[in-house]
Every structure is written in C-alpha cells, then in structure tokens.
C-alpha cells in the first residue's frame, strides 16, 4: 500500500510563531487531505489539496504531486491551533480509501 | 446541524459483551466509512460502504461486522469485545463522485475492562 511519513512528529512553539509541516507519500494520488484533531478529539477538516496552493486565513497548503509532497503552513500560531495534524492520501486506482499518515503533535505554549 | 453524527460518544463495557455505535450523515454522500484511532493517534481504515454495499473490508476480526440500512446509515457493531478493543472509533463519509473529501464525525471512545 501506499506509504505516508509526516514530519515533524513533533512540533513545540510560542504563540505567535510560523510553522511547516511536511507530508511526503510514495505513490500518485487523487486525493489528498489536511485535518486537525483538536484536544477534544475532533478531526476537523482543513484542506481537500491533490495539488496546487490553498488558502485560509492563517492557514495554507500547497502540494506539489510530482515530487509527492504536501506542506501545510501555519502563520501567526495561536494556543487554539494545539492538536495533531494529520495528511491523508487516495492513492491513484485504489477505491475511496484514504490511507493516513502518523500525524504532527503541535503544541503552541501562550 | 451535525453532519455525521455518531451515538454513543462514550461506551464503557466490560470483556466479553457485545456493543454497537450508530453512524449517521445528513450529507446526501453515498459511501460511508469507519476509522479506528489506537491509542497512538494512528488512523485506520475499516470498512467502507457505497450505498449500502461493502466496499472496503480490511483486515478486522469477524468480531467486528458494519450494518448499513440505507446509505445515511452505517452501524458498527462488535461481539465479544476485548481489551484490545479499546478506541476510538470514527465514523466518516464521503461523495462517490466529485472530489471524494472525507467528512468525520465526532468519535466513540470505546473503553473495555
């Protein structure tokens, strides 16, 4: 099956700092999704992205298919943006199966 | 108004009983999904359903066996539970057609003593 590896698994900042999180996958792709779980334990949608750049608010995506990657960019962190994020992908000529990756823990300290 | 609704948010049961969770989506989508997040946050594919019919079954004891009355619905229901059971188990769903983005509801924790 497809393979996802997120990075960092990790990720500890001070409110008001930028981050990357990176997502790499081994395979083409028809789909590709950004979620956050909250510290509740909700998934919330962020971004549906199998390619170019999006944007919402503080938050923006790009994923560039080709070389199999994906970024989700976070401006101006908040301690509300504390959770784990995770990529998911459906790999080209598989039914709507989307395969997850380990996920970033962020934690955004006030 | 929630789009994918699941019922119990919390099931506590001990060794041996059997539970179900309902699942419910009021997004017209015609296949529906449920996830297991172990207690390392990892994601896991079940079982997928496409208007009514299994689609996706993966590798999961036959204890557990997914039910679908009609494509708004998909229950989950689980005989014999073990301690290795224990959960969190995601309802999802999604548009056959168009992009496919996948919709979640808000998680069953499944805790067995």
């Known amino acids: 099956g497809i393979q996802v590896e997120q990075s960092p698994p990790d990720l500890i900042l001070q409110e008001g700092a930028n981050s990357t999180l990176r997502c790499n996958f081994s395979?083409?792709?028809?789909?590709l999704q950004w979620f956050h779980q909250n510290p509740w334990g909700q998934l919330i949608n962020l971004f549906y992205i199998p390619s170019g750049t999006k944007q919402n608010g503080r938050l923006s995506a790009t994923t560039v298919a080709t070389e199999r990657y994906s970024l989700l960019y976070i401006s101006s962190s908040q301690t509300t943006d504390s959770g784990v994020y995770f990529c998911a992908v459906e790999r080209k000529g598989s039914a709507r199966q989307l395969t997850f990756g380990s996920g970033t823990q962020l934690t955004v300290l006030p | 108004d929630t789009a994918v609704s699941q019922t119990p948010k919390y099931l506590v049961t001990q060794m041996g009983n059997d539970k179900s969770i309902k699942c419910e989506q009021n997004l017209g989508h015609d296949t529906m999904y449920w996830y297991k997040q172990d207690s390392k946050k990892f994601l896991k594919i079940m079982f997928s359903y496409n208007n009514k019919e299994l689609i996706i079954n993966e590798t999961v004891p036959n204890r557990f066996s997914p039910k679908s009355p009609d494509k708004a619905h998909l229950n989950l229901h689980i005989n014999s539970l073990e301690l290795g059971d224990s959960a969190v188990y995601f309802c999802a769903s999604s548009p056959t057609g168009g992009t496919g983005e996948l919709f979640f509801g808000e998680g069953s924790r499944l805790t067995v003593l």
């Open positions: 395979d083409s792709v028809n789909n």
